[in-house]
């Protein structure tokens, strides 16, 4: 079972950049598909950006295309989520996921929290 850490979370302003990082243990993530979601108060869960095993296939959610950019590192067994531009409506509980194929999301972490002030 893969156990996932999330961190960098804070406090910043509109039009900030910030970096979240997500640290794999227990296995190796090179063949898992990861992905980041993130949970804002009284909303549900959505899917923020997703990467392939191959780092070759991406997908992002309208709302953060252009701005958000997600990366791994399979030798640090660590994904990454580059965020841009932020806005007060990307204040949320961030978390990183990890799934096989095309099977459900089995493993994530405890999230990391982001608040952006207007």
């Known amino acids: 079972q893969v156990r996932l850490v999330e961190s960098g979370g804070r406090l910043v302003q509109a039009g900030d950049s910030l970096r979240l990082s997500c640290v794999a243990s227990g296995r190796s993530i090179s063949s898992y598909v990861m992905g980041w979601f993130r949970q804002a108060p009284g909303k549900e869960r959505e899917f923020v950006a997703g990467?392939?095993?191959?780092?070759?296939?991406?997908r992002y959610a309208d709302s953060v295309k252009g701005r958000f950019t997600i990366s791994r590192d399979n030798s640090a067994n660590t994904v990454y989520l580059e965020m841009n531009g932020l806005k007060p409506e990307d204040t949320a509980r961030y978390f990183c996921?990890?799934?096989?194929?095309?099977?459900?999301?089995?493993?994530w972490g405890q999230g990391t929290q982001v608040t952006v002030s207007s």
């Open positions: 996921a990890a799934k096989i194929g095309t099977s459900d999301w089995g493993a």
């Open positions: 990467i392939a095993w191959g780092a070759d296939g991406r």
